[in-house]
């Protein structure tokens, strides 16, 4: 099986070209496989590239343990570049359809290769019921829970996936491998959630580290990066146009109060091509 490694500020994907032929057998099971790191090709999970009918192509996402994501920012960049890169598509401007509704792109072309991607990440949600976060509360803004035997409060919001978002006064120290498990699997959040633990540097840049439900820690979080921004703007820390400094990168991110619409710019890499028998 042919396959393409690709990443975006280090969150790594294994992509396949899934619009002429099928992945055979069970997908889940081939994205733990190859997404290992001492057995496999080694990733953050599993996207295949698919047609659609609604859109230019469909993205379908797998996490590294083989449960299904319905969107990763990183990721969809990365598809945009696949295919210009390989010559499905002469446009640069597309939209990717994912389970969690059909993302616009916008390709940044350098001598022939995309090398910066901005996507139209939609609109932030802050329903408790849409995301999902179980309590009595209208919104879940700098509200306190208990985690372990401590209290962190938590902004929660989805970007089609579910967010809490946590500010901290040190991220570099954060002991996230043992916190990022507590807020993952915590009865509050019923389908898991992805946890930033964000630090305000200046009204512009803000660092962060994520612990990514069915991954844990990853260098980079997209969709992550952008509810960490709407978190920081309702909160009053920051301004809407911020960069965020992630362990793999900087990705820039715009949050349009008036519209309700968040947007974000970062790169799309091939690390390398291969194949593989599974």
């Known amino acids: 099986m042919k396959f393409t490694k690709m990443q975006g500020c280090g969150n790594d994907y294994v992509y396949i070209d899934c619009t002429k032929t099928q992945v055979l057998g069970d997908v889940a099971d081939l994205a733990v496989k190859i997404s290992d790191r001492h057995f496999g090709v080694g990733s953050d999970g599993l996207i295949l590239i698919k047609p659609s009918e609604n859109a230019d192509f469909f993205m379908d996402m797998y996490n590294s343990d083989g449960s299904r994501g319905k969107m990763c920012g990183n990721g969809i960049r990365c598809v945009g570049k696949f295919v210009y890169d390989k010559g499905l598509t002469d446009k640069t401007e597309l939209k990717i359809e994912t389970l969690s509704g059909i993302k616009n792109l916008k390709l940044s072309v350098e001598n022939g290769k995309v090398d910066l991607v901005t996507v139209d990440m939609g609109s932030p949600d802050l329903k408790p019921e849409n995301i ?49 498990p507590l807020f993952e699997k915590h009865k509050i959040f019923p389908d898991r959630v992805n946890t930033e633990f964000v630090q305000v540097i200046d009204r512009n840049h803000i660092k962060m580290r994520v612990w990514e439900r069915g991954s ?63």
């Open 132 to 180: 999902p976060v179980i309590t009595d509360k209208n919104v879940m803004i700098n509200e306190p829970i208990i985690v372990g035997d401590k209290e962190y409060n938590v902004t929660c919001i989805s970007m089609g996936n579910p967010h809490a978002v946590v500010f901290v006064d040190d991220t570099d120290n954060f002991p996230i491998e043992t916190v990022g």
């Open 216 to 278: 844990g820690e990853t260098l980079a979080c997209g969709t992550g990066a952008c509810a960490s921004v709407v978190a920081s703007v309702i909160n009053g820390l920051t301004d809407n146009e911020v960069k965020v400094s992630l362990l793999g990168g900087d990705l820039h991110i715009k949050y349009d109060k008036d519209k309700n619409m968040v947007y974000m710019t970062g790169p799309a890499v091939t690390v390398f091509e291969g194949e593989i028998s599974l």
